[in-house]
C-alpha cells in the first residue's frame, strides 16, 4: 500500500513556538507490512522513531532500516521516503521547525542508546497515540524535544556529525569481520555466532550496506592477504594458514581467483 502525505499534514499551525524551536505536528501509529510512503520533501524538519517492527528510511540513495529504539533525523528539502518491513510497525513522528540556533543539528540515522531510549519513553507519555488523538499538551513535548536536540547536536559535534551507523546486527557482524584481521569465515559460520539464519543475516546485511556479506568478508580477506604478502616475510603456507584456508592450495586458487595471479606471483611483482 502506498501512503501519500495529506495535503496539509504537518503544515498546521505552530502547535507551540519557542526561541529556538516550532513544533508543527506529531503522530504515534503504525502501519502494517508493506505500506510505504512514496518519495517527499518539504519545508521543516522531520524526527522520526521505530517503536516496534523495522522501517526503511531512504534519503537520497542511501537506504537505512531502523530497529526498536532507533530514530532519524530528516532536514528541510531532504527528499525522503519510508517503507515498513514487518506485521507491525509502530512509529513516532514529530515535524517541527528550528530557529537561529548556535549549534549544527544532526541528521541521519541515531540508534538506540539508552540516552535516547530515555528520551523516548517522555515523548511516548506525550504524544497520545491513533490516528485521530487529541492534541498533546504542546509546551512540554516541546521542551523535551529541545532537550533531545541538543543532546543530539552535542553528540554530534563529539562524533564530527557523522552517522552512529548500522543496526545492532549488521553492526555485530561487521565487529567479527574487522576484529577477524581478515580471516576468511564462512555466512553460515557467521549466523551461529549470532544466533540467526544465514537468509537473514545475508538479506538484513545487503539491505542496510548495499553489499552483500560474502563481498564484504571477501574483500577484507583480500586486503589483508595483499598486505602481508607486501610487508611479511612469511611463508604463503603460513599465510594461508593464518588467514584461515585448509591449505595452501584453497588459498592460493581463492586469491587467484580475484586478483588474477596466484599470492606467489603477486609477492614476486612487489619485489622487482
Not at 47 to 67: M, Y
Not at 98 to 126: H, M, N, V, W, Y
Not at 153 to 169: F, H, K, Q, T
Given at each position: 500500500?502506498?501512503?501519500?502525505?495529506?495535503?496539509?499534514?504537518?503544515?498546521?499551525?505552530?502547535?507551540?513556538?519557542?526561541?529556538?524551536?516550532?513544533?508543527?505536528?506529531?503522530?504515534?501509529?503504525?502501519?502494517?507490512?508493506?505500506?510505504?510512503?512514496?518519495?517527499?520533501?518539504?519545508?521543516?524538519?522531520?524526527?522520526?522513531?521505530?517503536?516496534?517492527?523495522?522501517?526503511?528510511?531512504?534519503?537520497?540513495?542511501?537506504?537505512?532500516?531502523?530497529?526498536?529504539?532507533?530514530?532519524?533525523?530528516?532536514?528541510?528539502?531532504?527528499?525522503?521516503?519510508?517503507?515498513?518491513?514487518?506485521?507491525?510497525?509502530?512509529?513516532?513522528?514529530?515535524?517541527?521547525e528550528?530557529?537561529?540556533?548556535?549549534?549544527?543539528?544532526?541528521?541521519?540515522?541515531?540508534r538506540?542508546?539508552?540516552?535516547?531510549?530515555?528520551?523516548?519513553?517522555?515523548?511516548?507519555?506525550?504524544?497520545?497515540?491513533?490516528?485521530?488523538?487529541?492534541?498533546?499538551?504542546?509546551?512540554?513535548?516541546?521542551?523535551?524535544?529541545?532537550?533531545?536536540?541538543?543532546?543530539?547536536?552535542?553528540?554530534?559535534?563529539?562524533?564530527?556529525?557523522?552517522?552512529?551507523?548500522?543496526g545492532?546486527?549488521?553492526?555485530?557482524?561487521?565487529?567479527?569481520?574487522?576484529?577477524?584481521?581478515?580471516?576468511?569465515?564462512?555466512?553460515g559460520?557467521?549466523?551461529?555466532?549470532?544466533?540467526?539464519?544465514?537468509?537473514?543475516?545475508?538479506?538484513?546485511?545487503?539491505?542496510?550496506t548495499?553489499?552483500?556479506?560474502?563481498?564484504?568478508?571477501?574483500?577484507?580477506?583480500?586486503?589483508?592477504?595483499?598486505?602481508?604478502?607486501?610487508?611479511?616475510?612469511?611463508?604463503v603456507?603460513?599465510?594461508?594458514?593464518?588467514?584461515?584456508?585448509?591449505?595452501?592450495?584453497?588459498?592460493?586458487?581463492?586469491?587467484?581467483?580475484?586478483?588474477?595471479?596466484?599470492?606467489?606471483?603477486?609477492?614476486?611483482?612487489?619485489?622487482?
Amino acid at each position: 500500500m502506498v501512503l501519500k502525505l495529506g495535503k496539509n499534514e504537518g503544515l498546521a499551525e505552530g502547535l507551540w513556538m519557542g526561541s529556538h524551536l516550532e513544533l508543527l505536528y506529531h503522530r504515534q501509529d503504525f502501519f502494517e507490512e508493506g505500506s510505504r510512503f512514496r518519495w517527499h520533501e518539504h519545508p521543516f524538519w522531520q524526527i522520526d522513531f521505530c517503536l516496534s517492527g523495522a522501517i526503511e528510511v531512504r534519503v537520497g540513495e542511501r537506504a537505512t532500516v531502523l530497529d526498536p529504539g532507533d530514530c532519524f533525523v530528516i532536514g528541510p528539502r531532504q527528499r525522503h521516503c519510508f517503507a515498513y518491513l514487518e506485521p507491525k510497525n509502530d512509529y513516532l513522528s514529530i515535524k517541527y521547525e528550528l530557529r537561529e540556533s548556535d549549534r549544527t543539528p544532526r541528521l541521519g540515522c541515531i540508534r538506540g542508546d539508552d540516552t535516547l531510549k530515555r528520551f523516548l519513553r517522555l515523548l511516548q507519555a506525550l504524544v497520545p497515540k491513533g490516528e485521530h488523538a487529541p492534541t498533546a499538551d504542546a509546551e512540554p513535548l516541546a521542551r523535551v524535544l529541545e532537550g533531545l536536540l541538543s543532546h543530539l547536536s552535542a553528540e554530534s559535534d563529539a562524533v564530527g556529525g557523522r552517522d552512529v551507523g548500522y543496526g545492532e546486527l549488521v553492526s555485530r557482524v561487521l565487529r567479527i569481520i574487522d576484529q577477524g584481521k581478515g580471516r576468511l569465515r564462512q555466512v553460515g559460520e557467521l549466523a551461529r555466532e549470532l544466533g540467526v539464519t544465514q537468509g537473514h543475516l545475508r538479506a538484513r546485511f545487503k539491505r542496510e550496506t548495499g553489499a552483500s556479506l560474502k563481498e564484504k568478508v571477501d574483500a577484507v580477506c583480500m586486503e589483508r592477504a595483499r598486505l602481508l604478502l607486501a610487508y611479511s616475510d612469511r611463508s604463503v603456507s603460513e599465510l594461508a594458514e593464518e588467514l584461515g584456508f585448509p591449505d595452501l592450495f584453497a588459498f592460493s586458487r581463492y586469491f587467484k581467483q580475484r586478483q588474477g595471479c596466484s599470492p606467489r606471483a603477486y609477492r614476486h611483482k612487489l619485489e622487482r
